[in-house]
């Protein structure tokens, strides 16, 4: 089996998660995909709305048999990615991880703890974000594995690689972030 793991605060979850995530299955050759919705974001200084509200925002507008809601970091007690993949590999052997993440995080991949652990655990599959291309491609951790990199034709075999592996992929952008929701009202947190 091979799932992807997209991780994130999901503060809230709106259709450009759908989007990234219907397109990860298909250009990843995915079987399913997790939506981790983090406890928090160590990165961030504000903190995100109540779990309870994100998570019933994110089942609500989710809706593929292909794709599992969980609050999983937060029944493990962490808000790191690292220790999350790690729990994870441990409890399902045989299954093959590739954690999914937007172009913008792989731009500041290289802050989170454990990050080079994290690239050595399970292949990465990059999507392309609005406005951040470029700045991920040139990102320290796309410079410092970029040997390691298969080209966006070969994406479909992303999960069968031994990490390091990463593959970046271009996908129709659909301009809509969660800050600009909660930034326009659109989203009340509510922690």
């Not at 406890?39 to 989710?62: C, D, F, H, T, W």
């Not at 999983?72 to 690292?82: D, H, K, L, N």
């Not at 070969?154 to 593959?167: E, F, G, R």
Request: charged share 20%; aromatic share 8%.
């Amino acid at each position: 089996m091979r799932v992807g793991l997209l991780g994130g605060s999901f503060d809230p979850a709106h259709e450009g998660h759908v989007h990234l995530t219907r397109v990860a299955l298909r250009r990843f050759g995915l079987d399913r995909v997790i939506w981790l919705v983090s406890p928090g974001n160590p990165l961030k200084v504000r903190g995100p709305a109540a779990l309870s509200a994100r998570m019933a925002r994110a089942q609500e507008i989710m809706r593929d048999p292909r794709v599992i809601v969980s609050d999983f970091e937060a029944q493990i007690g962490t808000s790191y990615t690292a220790e999350t993949i790690d729990t994870l590999k441990a409890a399902y052997l045989g299954v093959r991880f590739v954690w999914l993440m937007g172009a913008d995080n792989l731009h500041q991949f290289h802050r989170w703890q454990r990050w080079q652990d994290i690239v050595h655990a399970v292949p990465l599959g990059v999507l392309a974000r609005p406005g951040w291309r470029q700045s991920g491609l040139h990102s320290r951790t796309a410079q410092q594995y970029r040997h390691m990199r298969l080209p966006d034709r070969a994406s479909h075999v992303l999960a069968d690689q031994i990490a390091p592996a990463w593959c970046f992929v271009n996908m129709p952008m659909m301009p809509v972030s969660s800050s600009e929701l909660r930034a326009k009202g659109a989203w009340q947190h509510n922690s």
